[in-house]
C-alpha cells in the first residue's frame, strides 16, 4: 500500500541555520499540507498547497517558512532561520483530488538547539 | 472559529474495559469528522471517519463513533480495549478550506 514517507526522522540544527524536511506524498494525490505537533501539544495545520501554489496558510507560517513542490515527487518544508519554538515535530500529509481522507507521513522531530 | 475539543487528556483502562472518548467541535458548515490514532514511534493512521448517512460509523480494529448533530459531537468507543489500543487518538474536524482541525489529544494507556 503506497504511503507518504518523510525524510530525516530527525533533525537536530542550531538556531538562526535554515531547514529542509522532505516529503514523498502518495503518487496520485494532489493536495498536500503540513501540520506541525509542539511536545504535549496538539496537531497544528501549517499550510495546504495544491496545484503548485499555497491555497491556505495558517499565522504560524510566516515568512521565514516556505514549500516547494520541485521536482513532482517531492513536497519540502524550508524554515530559513529557525527558533528555539520551531521545535516540533512536523507531519506531511496528501490526499486525492476527489475524497477527504489525508494520509500522514511518520513525520520530522525538528529540534531547534 | 472553527475548534475541536477533546474531554480526556490521559486516560488509564485495564484490558477488556469499555472505552468512550469524547470529541466535540464546533463547526457551522457541512461536517467532514475523523478519529486519527499514532502508536508509539508510528504516524498518524485513519481510524474512522464520517461525512453523511449513518452517523454510528465503524472503524478499523473494533472502532466506532457516533456523531450526534445536536450535541456536536464525535465520541469514540470500544467495548472492550486491548494493551496494543494503547496509543494517542486524534479527534478532526474538517475546515471549508479542506485542512483537518485537530483536538488535543487523547492518551490512551491500557494496562494488561
Known amino acids: 500500500e503506497p504511503e507518504v514517507t518523510q525524510t530525516p526522522s530527525h533533525q537536530v540544527t542550531q538556531m538562526g541555520q535554515e531547514v529542509i524536511l522532505r516529503c514523498v506524498p502518495i503518487?496520485?494525490?494532489?493536495?498536500f499540507y503540513w501540520y506541525r505537533q509542539i511536545l504535549g501539544q496538539k496537531v497544528e495545520f501549517l499550510v495546504s498547497f495544491y496545484n503548485n501554489e499555497i491555497s491556505e496558510k495558517s499565522e504560524i507560517f510566516d515568512d521565514q517558512f516556505s514549500v516547494e513542490r520541485p521536482d513532482g515527487s517531492n513536497f519540502t518544508l524550508k524554515i530559513r532561520s529557525t527558533k528555539l519554538e520551531d521545535s516540533a515535530m512536523y507531519f506531511c500529509?496528501?490526499?486525492?483530488?476527489?475524497?477527504?481522507?489525508?494520509?500522514f507521513g511518520p513525520g520530522t522531530r525538528l529540534t531547534v538547539l | 472559529a472553527q475548534s475541536v475539543s477533546q474531554h480526556n487528556h490521559h486516560v488509564i483502562l485495564s484490558e477488556a474495559a469499555s472505552l468512550e472518548l469524547g470529541c466535540n467541535y464546533s463547526y457551522g458548515g457541512t461536517v467532514n469528522l475523523f478519529w486519527y490514532v499514532q502508536y508509539p514511534g508510528q504516524h498518524l493512521q485513519l481510524l474512522l471517519k464520517?461525512?453523511?448517512?449513518?452517523?454510528l460509523v465503524k472503524g478499523i480494529k473494533g472502532f466506532e463513533a457516533e456523531f450526534i448533530k445536536s450535541k456536536f459531537s464525535f465520541n469514540l468507543r470500544k467495548p472492550s480495549v486491548q494493551w496494543s489500543d494503547t496509543a494517542e487518538y486524534f479527534c478532526?474536524?474538517?475546515?471549508?478550506?479542506?485542512?483537518?482541525?485537530f483536538g488535543q489529544g487523547t492518551t490512551l494507556q491500557v494496562k494488561p
Open positions: 500529509a496528501s490526499r486525492r483530488l476527489v475524497g477527504n481522507e489525508q494520509f
Open positions: 478532526a474536524v474538517k475546515g471549508n478550506t479542506g485542512k483537518l482541525i
Open positions: 464520517y461525512f453523511s448517512g449513518d452517523p
Open positions: 503518487s496520485n494525490h494532489l493536495y
